[in-house]
């Protein structure tokens, strides 16, 4: 009978109706815990994503918290969201601080200049942001102005943030009516300094890395400023190697990476109505995030073998052509089944390095790029990418279990990747969830998963899927793709058994 079976298995598999993958769990508790901050956010101030996305003001009819939306944090909340960071992005590097405190009326107004040339009348500054994040339950991640700011600029906001004494800039801030300090720990020093944040070269830009963390004092009584250099452009090793080879490790908490999934910078194609092979090559740039994370921490590996830097991924995600009849400068997409593989695959692999990979941050939260939720007035709703975050939030904070994977390819023409990807942690009630994401658009994998020496006896989960790559969740149909129980998985013995269908993310709970 068994032999029966295995040959009916192997003309299934022959015949392409379904592929296989097998994976095997370590059954030795593993050392590291996977930071929540890999689930962290990015809000900048870019087309919707503040105004109209987070903040529409407090005489606004939408139902807010000291202007802040309603619907929004409590979407937010589900996620878990560990961290924000705030203001941008090639923002951050044209923001000045000073222009977002004390009464609105009296806030000057600027050009956005990298995001539409629209005016930026700073109604939502550093108090409605941090004030935002405690709301949130959220940590806030202040990026830093280096490329067009100065060095006191910056000390200053660390001051004016985060010193509970007596000093200039607790004075101000306690003038403008709040009197402890937030006391942020997360700081980025600038954002792509070879690109929009001064298009500097990378010696120059570790030397005034040194001269901002220097005088960014720690106000938070040992509680400790993180600082962040702004990283690499993807595949830019040289980058990193000049940086730690020039930073003192006891000067840097983390190197930041930025990496987009996009077909082609010059064509990136629409963001719904694409082709499988514009598919294809959108999941090659995602899972691409797996080597470039390699070869980064080869080299942070040879400064810093005790792995005290982190690595920060902090803008990743989809970027593709705006909606049509949206403006440029905005950078609105809409949000498919593409993006839920992305987000799957890419959790996956921040997962599995989360011995050097400390935060990341997906671009961005709200009705920007790869956003987890998209609003239309008073209207919200939440994308695939949200449905994924709200799926692997279980990881946060839980010891990995690393796992070997062996998996069939997802095949278009001459062209293949690795289909399944997964990765495991027990959580701290003794709980193990394995997420696995199957990005072959037409094959279901059978995947077997051997739990040895886990002594696991019950399985349970979820699936997210939907007919069409190309679905998403519209303002008319806002609950088209949504997580469902999930019964495609059954364990026997030591072998867990789970199909899942073509395009398709899997969160399993085991007990
Ligand atoms: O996320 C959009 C932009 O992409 C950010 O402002 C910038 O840092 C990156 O180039």
């Known amino acids: 009978m068994k032999r029966f079976f295995l040959v009916i298995t192997i003309l299934l598999v022959k015949t392409g109706v379904f592929s296989q993958a097998s994976i095997t769990l370590s059954s030795t508790a593993g050392k590291t815990k996977i930071s929540r901050h890999i689930y962290g956010h990015f809000a900048e101030h870019l087309g919707r994503c503040i105004y109209g996305g987070f903040y529409v003001g407090d005489t606004s009819k939408i139902p807010n918290t000291a202007g802040v939306r309603n619907d929004v944090v409590a979407a937010l909340k589900k996620l878990k969201i560990p961290n924000l960071r705030w203001p941008g992005g090639c923002f951050a590097d044209t923001y000045h601080w000073k222009d977002g405190i004390g009464p609105r009326e009296k806030r ?31 940590e806030p991640y202040l990026a830093g102005n280096v490329g067009s700011g100065t060095v006191q600029e910056l000390a200053d906001w660390v001051q004016y943030v985060n010193f509970e004494g007596e000093s200039p800039m607790s004075k101000l801030r306690r003038e403008n009516g709040r009197d402890k300090p937030w006391k942020v720990k997360l700081w980025g020093v600038g954002n792509e300094a070879w690109g929009c944040g001064g298009n500097m070269q990378p010696a120059y830009y570790a030397d005034t890395y040194r001269k901002y963390a220097t005088f960014m004092t720690d106000w938070t009584n040992g509680g400790g400023l993180f600082r962040i250099a702004s990283g690499a452009n993807s595949a830019d090793y040289n980058w990193t190697e000049t940086l730690m080879k020039n930073i003192p490790t006891n000067m840097l908490g983390g190197i930041a ?14 963001d719904v109505d694409f082709t499988e092979d514009q598919y294809f090559t959108t999941m090659q740039s995602a899972l691409f995030m797996d080597s470039l994370i390699i070869k980064h921490v080869a080299i942070m590996d040879k400064y810093d073998p005790r792995k005290r830097v982190a690595l920060v991924v902090d803008e990743w995600g989809g970027w593709y052509e705006v909606q049509k009849g949206t403006n440029p400068g905005f950078l609105y997409q809409q949000n498919s089944m593409r993006d839920a593989m992305i987000a799957g695959a890419t959790l996956n692999i921040f997962n ?37 975050m709200e799926m692997y939030n279980v990881h946060q904070d839980a010891t990995l279990i690393p796992l070997t994977i062996n998996t069939s390819d997802y095949v278009v023409g001459n062209k293949k990747l690795p289909a399944v990807s997964a990765s495991a942690s027990k959580d701290s009630l003794g709980i193990t969830h394995i997420s696995l994401a199957n990005i072959d658009a037409r094959k279901e994998q059978q995947v077997s998963i051997n739990t040895s020496g886990l002594n ?3 399985v349970s989960g979820r699936i997210l899927s939907s007919q069409k790559l190309q679905d998403i969740n519209s303002f008319e149909n806002p609950d088209k793709i949504r997580p469902a129980i999930y019964n495609g998985a059954s364990l026997k013995g030591n072998t867990l058994t789970v199909k899942m ?7 399993l709970e085991l007990k």
């Open 108 to 138: 000057p107004s600027i050009v956005n200049t990298w995001w539409g040339g629209v005016t930026e009348n700073n109604s939502f500054g550093t108090h409605d942001f941090l004030n935002m994040c405690e709301l949130l339950g959220t």
């Open 257 to 270: 990476l930025h990496h987009y999934s996009v077909i082609n910078w010059a064509q990136k194609g629409p």
């Open 352 to 388: 599995n390095h989360s011995d050097r990979v400390k935060i990341a941050n997906l671009a961005q939260a709200i009705n920007v790029l790869q956003a987890v939720i998209l609003t239309d007035k008073e209207k919200m709703i939440l994308t695939p990418t949200f449905h994924v």
């Open 456 to 458: 696991l006896k019950t």
């Open 501 to 507: 269908p073509p395009f398709s993310v899997v969160v």
